[in-house]
């Protein structure tokens, strides 16, 4: 399992008071967000793609590279915004560049969409191909890129890693979506949320859809509950997720300036669980 995606923590999407921190608030900016969660040894902090009123994660990647030296930076993008996967290879690989091999992406959708399942399949099997492959040709039902290399290349051949799946749903009804995520896709892990018995279920039937001879990584995505967070956090673990990422105050809007309280709390669970892991 690549490093890389066994512990995250998503950041809302943000709006233009997440570089600045306001006096009359307890709250904190970019830079010291990402300098807190790489001393807490968590593995990525995930930026996510924001409605058209917000900040797109792109440069805030740069803005966060910039200030850390460990840190895994993620970027979350949601194929049904518009964003072409040539469009994205190129960014991953930027930052991948500008961190000597610490970028990585999410290709997500909610699930509740009729063709979110085709759509997440073929925008992460050509971002993949992308990544990995000299040249790519490709008519696929959403997206075309003829004889397109991505230049420059990432730090490594096997490319910056890639993981899909859905944010509102532990797997969709048709197992049959998770090989092909997993399998004609190449995600290096399958994404769910859910509670510990929605995990567990996603994992049987993720098991159940890969062939015999693969090992399905499976990330829990989502948010922590109020009371008894570290608890919840080890019985994600224990119902089958190899991997997790923790969401910071998800409603889905671009925001402002980040609360340092409900950061500290995050990672105050956060990190004994990346000691843990080794993240």
């Known amino acids: 399992m690549h490093p890389l995606i066994r512990l995250g923590l998503e950041l809302p999407p943000l709006g233009v008071g997440a570089g600045r921190r306001k006096t009359d608030s307890d709250s904190i900016a970019l830079g010291e967000v990402a300098r807190l969660v790489e001393d807490a040894g968590i593995g ?24 850390t030296s460990r840190l895994g930076i993620g970027i979350v993008v949601r194929p049904s915004r518009g964003r072409h996967p040539s469009v994205v290879a190129r960014d991953v690989t930027t930052i991948d560049l500008l961190t000597d091999g610490r970028a990585a992406v999410a290709v997500l959708e909610d699930g509740r969409g009729p063709l979110d399942v085709d759509r997440v399949t073929e925008a992460t099997a050509i971002l993949h191909r992308l990544l990995t492959e000299d040249e790519v040709t490709v008519a696929g039902q959403f997206y075309e890129v003829a004889e397109l290399t991505t230049r420059p290349r990432p730090v490594h051949s096997h490319g910056p890693p890639v993981i899909a799946g859905f944010t509102d749903q532990p797997l969709p009804s048709d197992s049959r979506s998770a090989e092909s995520i997993l399998v004609g896709a190449s995600a290096a892990a399958y994404v769910t949320g859910g ?9 049987a ?4 859809a890969a062939p015999a001879s693969s090992d399905p990584v499976l990330v829990w995505r989502g948010g922590l509950p109020n009371d008894a967070a570290g608890e919840f956090a080890t019985s994600i673990f224990q119902a089958g997720a190899d991997g997790m990422i923790f969401v910071l105050d998800d409603d889905g809007e671009a925001g402002g300036a980040i609360e340092r309280a409900a950061l500290q709390r995050l990672i105050d669970v956060l990190g004994p669980i990346g000691d843990g892991l080794g993240a």
């Open 44 to 67: 990525t902090l995930w930026l996510t793609e924001a409605a058209p009123d917000g900040f797109d994660p792109v440069p805030l990647a740069g803005f966060v590279a910039r200030r």
């Open 195 to 203: 509670d510990p018995p929605d995990v567990a279920a996603c994992r």
């Open 205 to 208: 039937r993720l098991d159940g």
